[in-house]
């Protein structure tokens, strides 16, 4: 986490500011489930589809913090390839930016 610590103070984009706050955030190992995760598909209306931390959350973190900086969030946000059609595309990845893999 001190690696990331000069996010800290950043004031913009929004969306950096809100994932910054979720660094060290876990899944838990075993049948257990990270309340907090699973707190973010209830809010994103995602309960029914996002039932464990088990099941990559990588789509439901940028969801998450796109709606807490106030920010639309894509139809579909547990699917990654949906995010592809969120934005603006840019030629150079900056600061903020959401890639898809």
Known sequence: MSSYSFLKNETAPKILVEAYKLIGTKELLGKDNNPKILEWAKD????KTYTADEIPWCGLFIAHVCQKAGKEVVQNP??????????????????GDILVF
């Open 44 to 47: 994103l209306g995602l309960e």
């Open 78 to 95: 547990l699917w990654a390839r949906n995010w592809a059609k969120w934005g603006t595309e840019q030629i150079e990845a900056m600061l």
